[in-house]
């Protein structure tokens, strides 16, 4: 079994972490398409199971054993219409 960690201490740090990354994101999970990112499936599942992910996922997202980055080093942000 692979090592786990636990990349937030609560459920607000995964909301706020998945709104200003996932939710930004071009990769994000689409109905039709479904994930695009194992990021933010592995997040999902986690927070549905135990709150961890795999050490391989948490060091994808920034994640040191202490804090999250801020944002995700992979996110492809979404380009806004300016109208």
């Known amino acids: 079994m692979s090592e786990r960690v636990r990349p937030f201490s609560e459920g607000s740090e995964f909301i706020d972490w998945k709104r200003r990354n996932c939710d930004r ?19 999902d599942y986690a927070y549905l199971d135990n709150r961890t992910v795999r050490a391989s996922i948490g060091e994808r997202m920034g994640f040191s054993c202490q804090h999250v ?3 995700c080093p992979e996110r492809e942000l979404v380009e806004v219409e300016s109208g």
């Open 25 to 43: 994101c071009t990769l994000r999970w689409q109905a039709g398409h479904g994930y695009q990112c194992d990021i933010e499936a592995a997040l």
């Open 69 to 71: 980055a801020e944002e």
